[in-house]
């Protein structure tokens, strides 16, 4: 089992649709959870920080479920920016990359 | 630009040839990172320095793959007689130390990654 899982995608979701990715992890040592966000051949950039209380910013919400390992982000109101892959972090040792689910907000 | 930065951007090289990738990371950072993304993927974790020391390898990081950051500042990843599947993203990303803690807000920044195409 891998120890970063997502939901495989592609997630093709018209404008103004709430789009909700999960992601579980393995290591139940693991610190900390961020969401990142990856443009097509770009680096990946940080979205947000997970909190144990869940944290919104904006049209981004993030939920953080230590008992079942899980870990949400939802997009409210997506726009047609919001297409890209988006990675779930983990840290426990270092920082483990799931692999991605990819969006794409259509008009 | 005080971010992360990687040279160069992009190599093509023919297998068997030695490569080396150089990052410059955030200047008050002292810990580096070296991830391997290839197409479809998320980053891979290679290997990780706390100023100069290389605390952990990734078993990915084949004898083939050496990194250095000799002065605790830049850091150099060379590929020693490169093969067809070594074609990839290689990035680097820099974090302070304590980085982690949750609630913490700090996390991991990356360069632009440097592209390899081995032919």
């Known amino acids: 089992r891998k120890e970063v899982e997502q939901d495989p995608g592609p997630f093709n979701v018209p404008e103004g649709a709430t789009v909700a990715f999960n992601c579980t992890y393995s290591?139940?040592?693991?610190?900390?959870f961020f969401w990142y966000r990856q443009d097509c051949r770009k680096e990946p950039k940080l979205l947000m920080s997970?909190?144990?209380s869940g944290n919104e910013d904006g049209r981004f919400t993030a939920q953080l479920n230590r008992a079942s390992q899980y870990i949400s982000l939802l997009i409210r109101d997506s726009k047609l920016s919001d297409s890209a892959t988006y990675l779930c972090?983990?840290?426990?040792?270092?920082?483990?990359f799931g692999p991605g689910t990819r969006l794409s907000v259509l008009p | 630009d005080t971010g992360v930065s990687q040279d160069p951007r992009h190599k093509i090289t023919k297998r068997g040839q030695n490569v080396t990738f150089r990052c410059d990371p955030i200047?008050?950072?002292?810990?580096l990172y070296w991830y391997r993304q290839t197409l479809g993927q998320g980053p891979e974790f290679l290997t990780y320095?706390?100023?100069?020391?290389?605390?952990?390898k990734s078993r990915l990081l084949s004898d083939r793959f050496s990194a250095e950051r000799p002065k605790g500042s830049f850091s150099t990843l060379e590929i020693q007689r490169t093969e067809q599947g070594d074609s990839a993203m290689y990035l680097c990303?820099?974090?302070?130390?304590?980085?982690?803690?949750?609630?913490?807000?700090?996390?991991?920044?990356f360069g632009e990654g440097s592209w390899l195409t081995v032919v």
């Open positions: 320095f706390q100023n100069e020391a290389q605390l952990e």
């Open positions: 972090v983990v840290y426990g040792q270092n920082f483990v």
């Open positions: 290591n139940s040592a693991s610190q900390s």
């Open positions: 990303a820099s974090s302070l130390r304590g980085t982690g803690a949750l609630g913490s807000g700090n996390t991991i920044y």
């Open positions: 200047s008050e950072h002292n810990r």
């Open positions: 997970v909190y144990s």
